[in-house]
T-cell receptor, first 116, second 114 residues
Framework: SAVISQKPSRDICQRGTSLTIQCQVD?????MFWYRQQPGQSLTLIAT?????????ESGFVIDKFPISRPNLTFSTLTVSNMSPEDSSIYLC?????????????FGPGTRLLVL | AQSVTQPDIHITVSEGASLELRCNYS??????LFWYVQSPGQGLQLLLK??????LVQGIKGFEAEFKRSQSSFNLRKPSVHWSDAAEYFC????????????FGTGTQLKVEL
């Protein structure tokens, strides 16, 4: 498994500002992921962050809005830029750990963002 | 593309009663299958997973799930529910052979009556 921490755990922000969310894992991992969970909804993958390369974004998500950094194998950041109330969500990072049979994703506790 | 359906948005059971949460998937091959639980204000915790082999898998907290290829299902069960099991449960499908992406169902909110 993996122990994942996220900072901040929650925040209230004004529209037009940006927030950077940090994700730290207790072991080196190749792939980290960022998800968004809008109120009352399921999880939607924003992007995959590989160390040493550009993040890969899913349809509907762009780098200008959600820039991602992955400076090493245990850390990543997601920035939510120029925020609007529609960005109010839980943002979760996850890591993929390879076992004998396949890969499993483990999730951090999430960052709860409210944009006013 | 793969998809996951959790037909029950809300389920209410009495404490001590048995539980079954349904999950159906659509995928061209045998997928990797997962159940996660999200307690209020928490992240997602892995309950159990299926990659191959025995179709009945055991997880944490007394949960089990059975993979039924003929029905494209991976239903989650627990013989006796505890009040602390009240949470939201997500079924997820991953691609075999790598790719790493998970597709999540819409979730089932479980309420436990005392």
């Amino acid at each position: 498994s993996a122990v994942i921490s996220q900072k901040p755990s929650r925040d209230i922000c004004q529209r037009g500002t940006s927030l950077t969310i940090q994700c730290q894992v207790d072991s080196q991992v190749t792939m980290m992921f960022w998800y968004r969970q809008q109120p009352g909804q399921s999880l939607t993958l924003i992007a995959t962050a590989n160390q040493g390369s550009e993040a890969t974004y899913e349809s509907g998500f762009v780098i200008d809005k959600f820039p991602i950094s992955r400076p090493n194998l245990t850390f990543s950041t997601l920035t939510v830029s120029n925020m609007s109330p529609e960005d109010s969500s839980i943002y979760l990072c996850s890591v993929a750990k390879l076992g004998l049979e396949g890969e499993t994703q483990y999730f951090g506790p999430g960052t709860r963002l409210l944009v006013l | 593309a793969q998809s996951v359906t959790q037909p029950d948005i809300h389920i209410t059971v009495s404490e001590g009663a048995s539980l079954e949460l349904r999950c159906n998937y659509s995928y061209g091959a045998t997928p990797y299958l997962f159940w996660y639980v999200q307690s209020p204000g928490q992240g997602l915790q892995l309950l159990l997973k299926y990659f191959s082999g025995d179709t009945l898998v055991q997880g944490i907290k007394g949960f089990e799930a059975e993979f039924k290829r003929s029905q494209s299902s991976f239903n989650l069960r627990k013989p006796s529910v505890h009040w602390s099991d009240a949470a939201e449960y997500f079924c997820a499908v991953g691609l075999t052979g790598g790719g790493n992406k998970l597709t999540f169902g819409t979730g089932t909110q479980l309420k436990v009556e005392l």
